[in-house]
């Protein structure tokens, strides 16, 4: 499976998530391994307090785990620092959250350029991605606009052009539809299936949406911090070579 | 992360609430300006007192009675009279004595009241004492003339009245004893300024006789003591403090100046403690605002570190906040110190108080700018904003994405 000899883009090695609140422990995740071949498209599913989010965030770099080994893209984020993690994330990964987590202040364009800012990139050239990824959303005619002037799914349009205007090779998104209704959902997840398939970037989503793990090529069931079920629908190579 | 990037993030911060950066700005602003005001009033003052001692020559001694003249208490005073001219001629070192009557009065000039001076001195002396004195009309009274005046500028021509005093027209004056006089105006005095506690320009010069006979007094007011060099001051002060004791008083322009000038260094730290504490409060204010803010701001926070933004970089977007705050509050209070720094030099009489304040335009102080003090003014609010700002930064930078993300 996957491409021979390449690094998966996600590998996780028995990853275990303890929360201690006071003097109790609440175990979050229970060795979870799962690996994620580049230009996959994953669901992650499971009841509340399954440890999908949590999950995610370790996966996302945002947290650290417990104990056990992530490596994304090959690398071994135990060994990073807080800013190295910081670099990571910056380099290789988008975000897409559900209440889209837009900065209200600034503008659609100015909010997809934000990811590009911290890596002192000059202003022109990020101007020129920025308006690249909000015509690829469809909201160039929007650019001006701050996110409470935008509709829900265009918010989340312009979120998932902030993701990919770094260009990532992973985008993590935490119930990315999940205050969408089923018509932009709809809207979101092709675009979604088409970045996929177009560029091969990989998408690990949590979701509650059955139409939404629809659409993706596997699913992975967690209950109770462990995986439960992995299932493909599709194979990767069929699209990845 | 480039520097203009990290303050057009801070102003598009400060912008999104207005009010609150306006509020905190006005704070810093009060801070700095209160510094430069005071201290460039004080310095004025200190500077506008060491001109007028300059025109004393660095030689010449003030000798006075202990007692000031104008005191009526019961303790008698030690009375200076012609011996006490042979005395400290005597003195080696000494070039020359003048003995001088004063005494303090309201001249009326065409119907206002100016507080003033009478001086009587041997006026061909006039010149030796005060450099670069001179008449703008007229001459100087003789000798034995004690019915005749040269007055100063201010006396001819007082300020805000149309009044116009010529040679030979009459000047009514009221002594501060009591009683009253009249003289003829010889001479008009060009306008000269003033020297140690008194205004030359609000001075009435008349000759010896004619002090003594309005004084009625035969003793003398004080005298200025001479020097041949300016190196033998002290040692002329040392004789003659050895030789009367505690019965005189003996000034020298010099320490006059050193010791105001030390009185004025102390205001100028008493006043910038003064700005300093209500940069402190401002700042104080900068911290609040500044947590408030990180409060507020914690989602988006969480949002810049999922982002990849390092710790650094979020404490420099704070940070930067926190800088502008203080710059712009301490461009504005420099501004507003500068204006406000006349306002208070008009109040602020130069001398021993001599006229009322206000008395007169020209016994105000110009404040005196400084480029330590302007500097001092436009970047100290800046280190106390960021010294304010560090702490509630820091909180920002350290926050742990993932709960920063699920704060509400």
């Known amino acids: 499976m996957g491409l021979a000899g390449a690094v998966p883009s996600v590998e996780t090695t028995e990853v275990?998530?303890?929360?201690?609140?006071?003097?109790?422990?609440?175990?979050?995740?229970?060795?979870?391994?799962?690996?994620?071949?580049?230009?996959?498209?994953?669901?992650?599913?499971?009841?509340?307090?399954?440890?999908k989010s949590t999950l995610?965030?370790?996966?996302?770099?945002?947290?650290?785990?417990?104990?056990?080994?992530?490596?994304?893209?090959?690398?071994?984020?135990?060994?990073?620092?807080?800013?190295?993690?910081a670099k990571v994330r910056n380099r290789k990964i988008g975000f897409v959250y559900q209440s889209f987590n837009l900065i209200s202040r600034l503008t659609a364009i100015e909010n997809v350029e934000m990811p590009l800012i911290t890596r002192t990139m000059p202003r022109k050239i990020r101007r020129i991605k920025a308006i690249k990824l909000l015509s690829a959303v469809g909201l160039v005619q929007k650019a001006r606009k701050r996110p409470t002037e935008l509709s829900g799914g265009e918010q989340q349009r312009v979120a998932i052009a902030r993701a990919l205007v770094t260009e990532p090779a992973l985008v993590i998104a935490d119930e990315p539809t999940g205050n969408l209704d089923s018509k932009t959902t709809r809207e979101v997840l092709n675009y979604i299936t088409e970045v996929n398939k177009r560029i091969g970037t990989t998408f690990v989503i949590v979701t509650h949406n059955p139409e939404v793990s629809g659409a993706t090529h596997r699913v992975i069931v967690l209950k109770d911090g462990m995986v439960e079920k992995d299932q493909r629908f599709q194979r990767i190579d069929a699209f990845a070579s | 992360m480039f520097v203009s990037d990290v303050f057009r993030l801070a102003i598009k911060a400060l912008l999104d609430r207005k009010m609150r950066s306006a509020l905190t700005i006005v704070g810093i602003m009060i801070g700095a300006a209160v510094i430069v005001a005071l201290i460039a009033s004080s310095n004025g003052l200190s500077a506008g007192i060491s001109a007028s001692m300059g025109k004393i020559g660095a030689n010449t001694l003030v000798v006075n009675s202990a007692s000031s003249s104008f005191s009526s208490g019961s303790r008698t005073q030690y009375q200076l009279s012609q011996n006490d001219v042979r005395i400290l001629t005597a003195i080696t070192g000494v070039a020359e004595v003048i003995p001088y009557y004063d005494t303090r009065a309201t001249v009326t000039v065409g119907g206002t009241a100016i507080e003033g001076e009478i001086e009587g001195i041997d006026l061909s002396k006039l010149s030796d004492l005060y450099k670069g004195i001179g008449l703008s009309d007229g001459a100087y009274p003789t000798q034995t003339d004690t019915t005749a005046a040269a007055i100063g500028s201010d006396l001819a021509a007082p300020t805000g009245s149309s009044v116009q005093i010529e040679v030979n027209q009459m000047v009514s004056v009221t002594l501060s004893g009591g009683g009253s006089l009249a003289f003829i105006v010889k001479g008009i005095l060009s306008p000269y300024g003033r020297v140690l506690f008194s205004n030359i320009d609000d001075t009435i010069f008349i000759s010896m006789q004619a002090g003594q006979l309005f004084l009625k007094t035969s003793y003398y007011s004080g005298f200025y003591v001479i020097t041949t060099t300016a190196d033998e001051v002290s040692s002329v002060q040392a004789?003659?403090?050895?030789?009367?004791?505690?019965?005189?008083?003996?000034?020298?322009?010099?320490?006059?100046?050193?010791?105001?000038?030390?009185?004025?260094?102390?205001?100028?730290?008493?006043?910038?403690?003064?700005?300093?504490?209500?940069?402190?409060?401002?700042?104080?204010?900068?911290?609040?605002?500044?947590?408030?803010?990180?409060?507020?701001?914690?989602?988006?926070?969480?949002?810049?570190?999922?982002?990849?933004?390092?710790?650094?970089?979020?404490?420099?977007?704070?940070?930067?906040?926190a800088v502008v705050t203080g710059a712009i509050g301490g461009l504005l209070g420099t501004i507003l110190g500068y204006f406000l720094s006349f306002l208070i030099g008009g109040m602020m009489p130069m001398g021993g108080g001599g006229g009322g304040p206000m008395s007169s335009g020209a016994s105000t102080t110009e404040p005196v700018f400084t480029a330590d003090l302007i500097l001092f003014a436009l970047l100290f609010p800046i280190a106390i904003s960021v010294l304010a700002g560090l702490y509630p930064a820091r909180r920002a930078s350290r926050m742990k994405a993932v709960v920063a993300l699920k704060y509400e």
Do not use: C, W
Request: no cysteine; charged share 15%.
């Open chain 1, 16 to 51: 275990t998530k303890v929360y201690r609140v006071g003097h109790v422990d609440y175990p979050a995740l229970g060795g979870v391994s799962v690996k994620i071949e580049r230009g996959e498209l994953v669901s992650i599913v499971g009841p509340s307090g399954s440890g």
């Open chain 2, 239 to 321: 004789a003659i403090e050895s030789q009367y004791g505690s019965n005189v008083r003996v000034m020298n322009a010099g320490s006059i100046v050193s010791s105001i000038q030390s009185v004025s260094s102390q205001m100028t730290v008493f006043l910038g403690a003064i700005g300093g504490i209500s940069l402190f409060v401002a700042a104080v204010g900068i911290t609040n605002t500044m947590f408030v803010s990180v409060m507020e701001r914690t989602r988006e926070i969480g949002v810049l570190k999922a982002l990849g933004y390092q710790s650094g970089q979020i404490l420099s977007i704070f940070l930067s906040e």
């Open chain 1, 56 to 85: 995610l965030n370790i996966i996302g770099t945002l947290d650290r785990p417990t104990a056990g080994r992530v490596r994304i893209d090959g690398i071994d984020l135990r060994k990073l620092s807080d800013d190295q993690l």
